[in-house]
């Protein structure tokens, strides 16, 4: 079957790396509305072993974001997520004209929301929306992003049921969880290297 997918072109991208506050805006003579963005962003990369890259580390903290070793596709997935539909279906392949670095460089991101920002931060119903939109203000300032969102048309298979029912099982809460890897608070995670994708509901950061 054919389905309409939201996808994210990428019209240009580099990186800058260091730690920078935010720059002191001038005073305008009426007030704007208010362009939220990380107080104080540090970006590194990362050059550890790829072997010892452990366990993904991403996503909100009590007072901003954290990125461990990982590439700068894992923050870009958590900045242009859609509001609507699955989170955990919005993969990497979503993103025409990424760079090959995006997706093979590792980097470790720590990003700090301003002292008054804090306790809208802190309100989980706003926190994903902030975290959003301080994210695309950071990578359009850093890593130089430039993107417009489109809508195409692609393949897809459709899961149903077939003609002699369902044969799942509920899964019982109770029951012991199998050994490996577990995905932070639940979401998508892919690995660049293996392909090796780990399906949940969207994160709630």
């Known amino acids: 079957m054919v389905r309409r997918i939201w996808t994210v072109g990428l019209l240009s991208a580099g990186i800058a790396m260091g730690q920078t506050a935010a720059p002191p805006s001038a005073a305008p003579s009426a007030p704007p509305a208010k362009v939220l963005a990380f107080d104080v962003v540090s970006i590194r ?37 859609p509001a609507s539909g699955n989170g955990a279906l919005f993969t990497p392949d979503r993103f025409v004209g990424l760079p090959d670095w995006a997706m093979r460089d590792r980097y470790d991101v720590v990003a700090k929301v301003a002292e008054e ?30 993107v417009h969102r489109d809508n195409k048309d692609t393949s897809v298979y459709s899961l149903v049921v077939g003609k002699n029912g ?33 399906m949940g509901p969207p994160w709630g950061c």
């Open 45 to 81: 990369q990362n050059a550890s072993p790829q072997n010892q890259m452990g366990e993904p580390v991403f996503g909100a903290t009590a007072d901003g974001y954290h990125m461990v070793n990982l590439p700068i596709v894992f923050a870009l997935m958590s900045a242009y997520e």
């Open 117 to 146: 920002d804090l306790p809208e931060w802190q309100k989980p119903a706003r926190q994903k929306a902030m975290l959003q939109a301080m994210l695309q203000a950071l990578l359009v300032e850093r890593c130089k992003i430039a």
């Open 166 to 198: 369902q044969k799942f099982k509920e899964t019982n809460p109770a029951d012991p969880v199998p050994a490996g890897s577990r995905c932070p608070a639940a979401r998508s995670w892919w690995n660049p290297e293996t392909a090796w994708r780990c």
